[in-house]
Nanobody
Framework: QVQLVESGGGLVQAGGSLTLSCACSGGTVRRYVMGWFRQAPGKEREFVAALSWTDDSTVYSDSAKGRFTISRDNVKNMVYLRMNSLKPEDTAVYYC?????????????????WGQGTQVTVSS
């Protein structure tokens, strides 16, 4: 049974940085597309970033581009999301997810396994 556990969330001031971590057990992150999504109160879950396993190419949402970086450590079986220049509108629960797709996907339906989420709150 694949389990994804996120950590690293918290309260940060606008302009600050956080690094989220996602630990995978019962499976691997090495041969799968790994993604980060977020969900703010009253809003649908939205794509943030994803990482291909074939060539380590990355895809980012427009809001994340230039500020966030997704990465993977195959030895530790971990995925990370480094977030810089945080804004109050980045406040949300952030989820790590794994997709069996060969190519990077940006929709919730394409991901089979999800973590429980970690709260990120950015104060103004």
């Amino acid at each position: 049974q694949v389990q994804l556990v996120e950590s690293g969330g918290g309260l940060v001031q606008a302009g600050g940085s956080l690094t989220l971590s996602c630990a995978c057990s019962g499976g691997t992150v090495r041969r799968y597309v790994m993604g980060w999504f977020r969900q703010a109160p009253g809003k649908e879950r939205e794509f943030v970033a994803a990482l291909s396993w074939t060539d380590d190419s990355t895809v980012y949402s427009d809001s994340a581009k230039g500020r966030f970086t997704i990465s993977r450590d195959n030895v530790k079986n971990m995925v990370y999301l480094r977030m810089n220049s945080l804004k109050p509108e980045d406040t949300a629960v952030y989820y790590c997810a794994r997709s069996a797709s060969i190519v990077v996907r940006t929709t919730v339906a394409e991901y089979s396994y999800w973590g429980q989420g970690t709260q990120v709150t950015v104060s103004s």
